[in-house]
DNA sequence: GTGAAAGCGCTAACAT
DNA sequence: ATGTTAGCGCTTTCAC
C-alpha cells in the first residue's frame, strides 16, 4: 500500500508529525520535540539533522495537541458589540497588540447587541480554552460565566459594567463625560437641551442620560419629558426623535447625541434643516474635525489596552480582588457645541 | 488527600472532564459523550443522569481535545491589516458572520502591513490547525504558504492577489474605479490632475494609478511627473504631496487619492486652502455625504463575505480551479468632483 | 443502549 | 545528549 494512503483521513490532511520527523531524521520523538521548541541538549549536527527533516517533510507543529498537553492555549477571547462599529476596531486593535507582546492570538466575536449571542460566544471560547475573556457586555447577567472564571479563565469586562458578578472591569466615564457636554452647551446660553441617546438597557445610555440630567440639575434647568429619547441608533428611530425635539410647542436649540451612531445621523438630520442647532456628540468620529463636531471623546484604544493589560496581569498570576478602572474623557469643542441659541 | 487537590496543576484549573462526569453519574465515559454531543442510543433516564452530573460539576467540554481528536478546529483565521482601520473593520465583520453561520469561529490578526508580520501570523493560525484562511497579502511572495494548501488549509485571498502562487483572490476592480474616477473630473474640465496613493509595492496602489495613467491616455493627456506620488499614507506625506502638487510651476486642479486614509488627509489639507480644488478618493468614507466628497466606492463587507463563502465552498469540498473575482466599484458623485477647474 | 480500549500529536517526567 | 513512557480529554471503534 501507497505510502500517502497509510493513515486515516482525520489527520489533517495527512501532516507530518513529530513522530514522522523522528522516523526520518534517526532520532527519537523527544528529540525533535527540543528541537522544534528550541530547547537545549542537542548538539549542533544532531539538529541539523532533524531541522532537515522538518523541512523536507515540511512538518509544523500541531499546537492543538501542544495545547491539549500544556493546559494554556495562548489565545483570548474577546466579544464585542459589532467589529464593524468604527468605536470597536480600534479598542480590538489594542487588545490584539497587547495580546502579541504576550505571544497571544485573538479571537473576536460580535454579539449584535443580543445577550444570548454573547453568552453562546463567550462561553465557545471558554471551551476552546482560552486563556483569557474580555467581554463587552451586551446582556446584564454575567452569572453564567462564574463557573469559567472559577475555572481559571481570567475575565476583563470593557465598556460596560459586568451584570452581577463581581469581575474587572475597564470603563470611560460615561457619566462624567456627558455631564461635561451639556455643562458646556449650558454655558453657551442653552436652556431647552435635548439628548439622544442609546437603548436603555445599555449601561452607557443611561449613564450618559444621568449625565445630562445632572447638568441641567446644577443649572437649575428643569428637563422636559420630550427632551429624552432613549432607543436604537437606526437611522430612521434618531431621525424621528431629532425631528420631535426640534418641533412642537417646545422645541430645543441644542442637542446631545449619546453615541457616535446617534452623533451621525443627527449631524445628517441637522445639515438639512434652516436653523441652527447646538450639538455636542459623545464619542469621536472621523472627520468631525471638517465638519466642527464637538465632541466628548473617548479613547477606544486606551479602553482595550488597559483591559487586555489587566488581563494578561491576571494570568501572570495577580492575585488582587477586581478592581474598576475608569478611564476619563475630553471635550473637544469645534464649533457646534459653542453657538448661542437661535 | 483532598478531592479538589488530586489533580496536577496544568488541566485547566482543575476543570471536570467527561470521565468526572461520569464518574458522578455513574455511567461509561461513552455515554456521556454521547449525551453531550446529542447523539442518539441514550434513554431519556441515563440523559437526565448525565445532564445533573454535568451541571453539577459545572462541565464543559474540551474542545482542544476534541479538535486533536477531530481534526477540526472550526475556527478560520483572518490575516489583514489593521482591524483598526475603517475599510477592515466591516470587511472582518462580514467574515465573521459566515464563519459563525458555519458554525466556525473567527480568530484575527493584524500584519500592520509588513511581510514577515503577515507570514508570522498565518503560519501561527496553520498551527492552530485552522480550517481556512482569509488573507489580505502585506507581502509579494506567498510560496511559505504552499505546504498548508498542500496540507489541506483552504485558502482564499482577498483585497489584494496571492504572490507566486496559485489561488483563490477576490478583488475589488481597482484599475476600472480609477479609471472611472479620473475620466469623471476630465469629463468636469480637468487637464491637470494629481494621483496620490499608497506605497507602490501595494498592488491595489499600482493598479490605481494604472487606471489613473489610462484614463489620461484616454483623454490624451499627458502625465507630468511631479502629478504622480505614491508613498506610506501618514499624514505629513500626503499633506506635503499635496501641497507639492498645488505649487510649483504646473499645478494641478484635481486629484484623485489613492485610498481612505489618502482621501482623509487630502480633504484636511484643501479645507484649508482658498482655491478650490477637486478630489475624487477611492473608498467610501463616514460622512463623506455631508462633506461632498466624490468617492469610488468599493464594498469591503462583500469582498469579506464574497471570500468567505468561497472559502467555506472549499471546505465544503468544493475542488474547482482557483478563481479571481473581481467585484465592482462604485462612482458616487457628491459635489467634490463636479467641479470646474479654477 | 452502553462501555472498554485505542489513539489523536504533543510535552513532562524519568530513564539511559 | 538522547530516548522511552505515560497521559492531556476527547472521539472512534468495536464488543457486549
Redesign the pocket.
Known amino acids: 500500500m501507497a505510502d500517502t494512503a497509510r493513515?486515516?483521513e482525520?489527520?489533517?490532511g495527512n501532516?507530518?508529525?513529530?513522530?514522522?520527523?523522528?522516523a526520518r531524521a534517526?532520532?527519537?520523538?523527544?528529540?525533535?520535540?527540543?528541537v522544534?521548541?528550541g530547547?537545549?541538549?542537542?548538539?549542533p549536527?544532531?539538529?541539523r539533522r532533524v531541522q532537515e527533516a522538518i523541512d523536507s517533510l515540511g512538518?509544523?507543529?500541531?499546537?492543538?495537541?501542544?495545547v491539549?498537553?500544556?493546559?494554556r492555549t495562548a489565545s483570548v477571547g474577546l466579544v464585542l458589540e459589532d467589529l464593524a462599529d468604527p468605536f470597536y476596531g480600534p479598542l480590538s486593535r489594542a487588545v490584539e497588540e497587547v495580546a502579541r507582546a504576550h505571544g497571544a492570538l485573538l479571537i473576536n466575536g460580535s454579539s449584535a447587541e443580543d445577550a444570548d449571542r454573547e453568552q453562546e460566544l463567550a462561553l465557545a471560547l471558554c471551551a476552546r480554552r482560552v486563556d483569557g475573556l474580555i467581554v463587552i457586555p451586551a446582556g446584564s447577567d454575567h452569572r453564567y460565566l462564574e463557573p469559567e472564571i472559577r475555572a481559571g479563565v481570567a475575565t476583563v469586562f470593557v465598556d460596560r459594567p459586568a451584570g452581577l458578578i463581581d469581575a474587572d472591569v475597564v470603563l470611560s466615564d460615561s457619566y462624567g463625560g456627558a455631564r461635561n457636554g451639556v455643562a458646556h452647551l449650558i454655558a453657551h446660553g442653552h436652556r431647552r437641551i435635548g439628548f439622544i441617546g442609546d437603548r436603555p438597557r445599555i449601561h452607557t445610555a443611561t449613564e450618559r442620560l444621568r449625565g445630562y440630567r445632572a447638568a441641567m440639575e446644577d443649572a437649575g434647568l428643569e428637563v422636559a419629558e420630550e427632551w429624552v429619547s432613549l432607543g436604537p441608533t437606526e437611522p430612521d428611530r434618531v431621525a424621528r426623535a431629532v425631528g420631535a425635539m426640534l418641533s412642537g410647542p417646545n422645541p430645543v436649540t441644542a442637542l446631545f447625541a449619546g453615541n457616535n451612531r446617534v452623533t451621525v445621523t443627527t449631524v445628517r438630520v441637522l445639515a438639512s434643516r434652516e436653523t441652527p442647532v447646538a450639538l455636542v456628540g459623545f464619542d469621536d468620529i472621523e472627520l468631525a474635525d471638517l465638519l466642527g463636531i464637538t465632541v466628548i471623546a473617548q479613547d477606544a484604544a486606551a479602553l482595550g489596552r488597559t483591559a487586555a493589560e489587566r488581563l494578561f496581569r491576571r494570568l501572570d498570576g495577580a492575585e488582587e480582588p477586581p478592581t474598576t478602572v475608569v478611564l476619563e474623557t475630553k471635550l473637544i469643542p469645534r464649533g457646534s457645541g459653542e453657538t448661542a441659541p437661535a
Chains 1, 2 share one sequence.
Open positions: 493513515r486515516p482525520h489527520r489533517y501532516r507530518p508529525t513529530m513522530k514522522d520527523v523522528a534517526g532520532v527519537g520523538l523527544k528529540t525533535v520535540s527540543r522544534v521548541n530547547e537545549p541538549g542537542v548538539t549536527d544532531t539538529e512538518f509544523r507543529r500541531n499546537d492543538s495537541a501542544r491539549l498537553r500544556k493546559g
